[in-house]
């Protein structure tokens, strides 16, 4: 594998999977593997667990890092090409990603969507610049439309607290007061079309996710009717993908509560809003993995990167 | 022990004295013992003496270091219970502790006094939600209270350039253009109170400090009477308690000059603004033990990071 | 060698150079060196390549980092000596320089010039205060008017690349929208005037650099004569030094087109604003050495502490 970039990098998420619990059981196994090795993470945006937990895997397979917050720490960046750069931006992405390249072994990279301009962040106009013009493989940190490495910690969630064969797993909008981006859903939709589940997604009309994603997934605009006999219930808000980037509700019926999931296993990706996502009897409960979902991104970050560094 | 957060985790304030010297003296004599553990510093306020020396001591026991600033970095913690999160703050303390714990062996915290809030700050609310909430031990780097890094330093700074059984030592009061907060002066005074020393206060009426603090020490009005035959000045500014986080007095004639404290050693925790709280001269003579204290910051915080390491 | 804070303190530039080619070839025949030594890096200003490649040096030498934005991380800094610090400023330079200079063995530090106070500037006050306050090396990663890690990056890049004994190498302003500083320019004429090469530099008129730097160096307020045969074109912009500060030009009749330079290579430090300072078709074509410098940048800072910690 070169760069990880989206769930499809996945080539069996199976044996993925199995290799990461390995890892979980063993987080040192492979600290030579990393030696003399750097890696840069490259944020756009703010982050707590991916922040932490990259560099904790990078920390246990032996991997020096170096941290950088893009906007604060260096240069406005350019995207487009031909520009005549008399404005904000100072560098262009050309430089910036072959410059970077050349400091590390790999590159991890977050950058969110404008939220505005739904073209630009279709095509993953930063993630794809930094593949386009870096020389050494790329991670996606959560990119505009992506968020792979939360989508495999997801799987590895499920994999874990399974306790049937074939479980089912719902993927349920949740309210918000702002306009979330649609990475961590897509990649969920994406991981789960992979796995040996029952899956379905529960959303209010007019937030559908790209149809190119959802394919032949179900989609439930009635939440309750999705939630029946649930075993993982994965809440998460995202804002209008049709209407793009618009919150068209902020009213608290489709908040999840324990009387909608029952006996399901509650999931998301943190950071969450209490008591306007979830109630706060859920996130207290027995039933929520929120907690064992955020130590897997430090095993899912690791796995990617042992693959990567075994490539190099 | 498990955490360091006040003064009183000094089981014995002369043993850690000595201990702390003895590492001065050796600084890598246990390289390994922190080897692949992990310490992450998060900073809700500016540091610098404490971000470095606190990164420095964790270099010297060979443990990995993970640096974040909360505010910037990531994303607005919520403190209270049961809110309706639909506000500034993105992420309840519940999960921000629960969170980092995994992705680290130890934690440690810098979070200010609101100087508004009296309650809160007296509650210690942002410590105290991380003591409640995380699984690993947590240090604390300053807290709306308490500085016990800074006081243990301290302690070892006067233990090392004392030249008499039982100094006389006097914390001064000293004048500030801002409202500052009393974790420094908190934590010395408790700090002296566990040492062989004859220690006073001096300050201006309407500053003193909390009662259930400092207790029987004796509280002086007047700087002059206080600073006779000091052996030590500890000069700090705070604001006022009973009108709590007030600045009730800017002139300077409680600064600090070679004329008021002689022969004594001078010390102060820094940053220091020079010619407001102390004078030039003071700071630039032969008496000023300023630099040396904020080298034993760093032993200070090697010692309780290894009998936290030992605890694992 | 103590310090590395001007091209004048490389001793003999061809030596550095061959030494630091022959790091390039194996950057970690010194990974020992630097074990259990740390390198602060302190950041006044904004940084990609410097805080990359400077890291990654460290790194290449066994070295630790710890990287501090000195703005945002900590306090405001003092320069001035005798002052009352009752304004914006919480710490003196006296304290911070003093008190870092303990917690590692290198400083390396970036501090950008006013361009509103040129005696100041002049006087690199930032610079020379640590240079002076603190007890360990100091290695200037730019300062007001100097940047010796990019000077000495550029001899070796020219060096790689020449293809005759004594090549022409002409220094051109280019435009750019921002009044911008001097030191990269200062810094590339004082490491050429060290280079057995023909040096030459063209900029308008009203922007010659200042004398005492350029000395005897041949200025063209003619781009296209003095471009003539050249093999090497290095673009930078800068304000104007008479006119300190000023920027008297923004038309873009100076960019370096293809057309200007012909097969010379084409070299500037990055970042540079495309199709403003230099054409798309410049950057992108075959002769620029832009990234290749870039590269160079790791193992000019890597050479620079190896001399240091040598000398510790």
Chains 1, 2, 3 share one sequence.
Not at 285 to 312: C, D, M, P
Request: hydrophobic residues 40%; charged residues 25%.
């Amino acid at each position: 594998m070169k760069n990880y970039t989206h769930i499809n990098d996945i080539d069996n998420i199976n044996s993925w999977i199995e290799e990461a619990k390995a890892l979980k059981k063993n987080p040192l196994q492979d600290i030579e593997l990393g030696k003399n090795k750097t890696l840069a993470l490259l944020f756009f945006n703010a982050s707590l667990r991916t922040r932490l937990s990259t560099q904790k895997a990078a920390l246990n397979l032996g991997m020096d890092t170096i941290v950088m917050n893009v906007s604060g720490d260096a240069w406005g960046i350019e995207f487009e090409d031909g520009t005549v750069m008399n404005g904000t931006t100072a560098e262009h992405v050309k430089e910036a990603a072959a410059v970077v390249s050349q400091y590390c072994d790999v590159i991890a990279i977050r950058a969110f969507p404008t939220l505005t301009d739904k073209e630009r962040d279709k095509n993953e106009v930063v993630l794809n610049s930094f593949i386009k013009y870096a020389s050494v493989p790329i991670v996606n940190m959560e990119s505009a439309t992506s968020h792979p490495l939360q989508g495999f910690t997801d799987a590895i969630s499920i994999s874990e607290n399974k306790t049937k064969k074939k479980p089912k797993v719902v993927l349920s909008w949740a309210p918000h007061i702002k306009a979330l981006p649609h990475a961590v859903g897509n990649s969920f939709v994406q991981a789960m079309q992979k796995m040996d589940v029952e899956f379905v997604i529960a959303n209010p009309e007019g937030y559908n996710l790209d149809p190119k994603i959802t394919k032949e997934t179900p989609i439930y605009h009635n939440q309750e009717e999705a939630l029946k006999d649930a075993d993982f219930v994965y809440a998460k808000n995202w804002s209008s993908y049709d209407e793009y980037g618009k919150v068209l509700k902020t009213d608290l019926d489709w908040m999840i509560t324990n009387k909608k999931i029952g006996d399901a296993k509650f999931m998301h990706c943190l950071p969450v809003r209490r008591n306007v996502v979830v109630a706060d009897e859920v996130l207290d409960g027995e039933n929520s993995l929120v907690i064992e979902q955020s130590n897997n991104r430090t095993f899912a970050a690791q796995l990617v990167l042992k693959k990567i560094l075994e490539n190099l």
